[in-house]
């Protein structure tokens, strides 16, 4: 029997059987599994942080002066709905009555007494008057009066300083007249409750400017009533004040019933056509009326009866409002006659 002798192999030849090394080729492609990502130093990072801060500045800016352009356009819309005081270009002259209110918050009010302010321009040139709180020079409204014309407004009662713009070319409410003069009311002038206050402004010429000044206090001219106005019911009323800062009473208009809302700015019961009409008030006098949305038709009648809580009054004067938007208004003509008082946010309606 023969035997065949196997030559054993070295121990580092082994590990050619077990291990498949890589090449030299493959060993110089590989790269770190972080050489991918980016460089996230802090230099980098305050450099990009940089550029998004400039860039949000930069749209900052353009919002800011957006909101500028918007509020200049609300502006020019709010001077654009008193045309007939701020024109265009200097030269057109307002139209008679035309009004624009300074600061509506202060002029239409209903927690105050409101009386008639009439202007009368006997001067050779046409005028506007701006009226202003005396006590901080404030300007409140402005009203245009031509030639030869007059001019009515209601206004709260109280005390004011006037300033009179005078001219042949107008410009606007900060420039006045191109080619005029401005007079003061010394004193100011005073609006009375119960009573219109007449102003008759007479004179020539404006440089130099002659104004002369008749003032007067005329008793209000209220239809002659057959029968005085009676009411009729003792006690109180206490009414709960709304969220948007109202009083509100339930009553009836010649029967019909409506829910009044107490309105110490208007001077007059005041009621729409559509309850006019339900109400069987069928003859009034025409007449027109100067409101804060401008001169508006009206018609003043006398009803045989009017209502509210307790509280029932006859022959009263009532002046129908053909666009009165809202509930009717229990004025001055009817709550003169009581006594109110207001604690926090009730309001108590009592006979005197």
């Known amino acids: 029997m023969s035997r065949v002798f196997m030559k054993e192999k070295p121990l580092q030849d082994r590990g050619h059987y077990r291990v498949n090394p890589t090449s030299k080729n493959d060993r110089g492609n590989r790269k770190s599994s972080t050489s991918s990502l980016p460089d996230l130093s802090w230099k980098r990072f305050f450099g990009i942080t940089l550029v998004w801060v400039f860039i949000g500045l930069v749209f900052l800016v353009i919002f800011q002066r957006y ?7 609300s502006q020019t819309a709010q001077y654009a709905d008193s045309k007939k ?5 200097c030269g057109l002259l307002p139209p008679n009555g035309a009004t624009y209110l300074f600061d509506p918050l202060a002029i239409n009010r209903t927690d105050v007494l409101y009386s008639g302010l009439r202007i009368e321009n006997k001067h050779d040139h046409p005028m506007v008057a701006i009226l202003f709180d005396s006590a901080n020079a404030k300007k409140l409204l402005a009203l245009s009066i031509a030639t030869g014309n007059s001019s009515q407004i209601a206004v709260p009662v109280g005390q004011y ?3 009179v713009l005078l001219g042949s070319s107008w410009c606007n409410l900060e420039t006045g007249f191109s080619d005029g003069a401005t007079v003061t009311v010394e004193g100011g002038i005073s609006v009375n409750a119960d009573a219109t206050t007449s102003m008759q402004f007479s004179g020539s010429g404006i440089r130099p400017v002659r104004l002369d000044l008749a003032y007067n206090m005329l008793p209000i001219d209220l239809q002659h009533l057959e029968q005085p106005l009676e009411v009729i019911g ?3 009323l206490d009414l709960q004040q709304t969220r948007d800062g109202h009083y509100f009473s339930s009553g009836t208009v010649n029967g019909v019933p409506v829910v009044f809302m107490i309105d110490t700015g208007a001077t007059v019961v005041s009621v729409s056509a559509e309850i006019a009409s339900r109400a069987g008030i069928q003859k009034c006098t025409n007449q027109k009326m100067t409101t804060a949305n401008g001169i508006v038709s009206a018609c003043k009648a ?20 053909p666009n009165l938007p809202g509930n009717p208004l229990l004025g001055m003509n009817v709550l003169r006659n009581f006594h ?5 946010r009730t309001m108590r309606i009592s006979t005197r």
């Open 234 to 236: 003792n006690g109180k």
């Open 85 to 89: 005081l701020i024109p265009q270009a």
């Open 340 to 344: 109110l008082e207001q604690v926090d």
């Open 67 to 73: 909101q500028s352009l918007l509020e200049l356009n």
């Open 161 to 163: 300083g006037m300033q």
């Open 302 to 321: 006398i009803v045989p009866e009017v209502t509210f809580g307790e509280f029932r009054l006859t022959n009263v004067e009532v002046m129908v409002m």
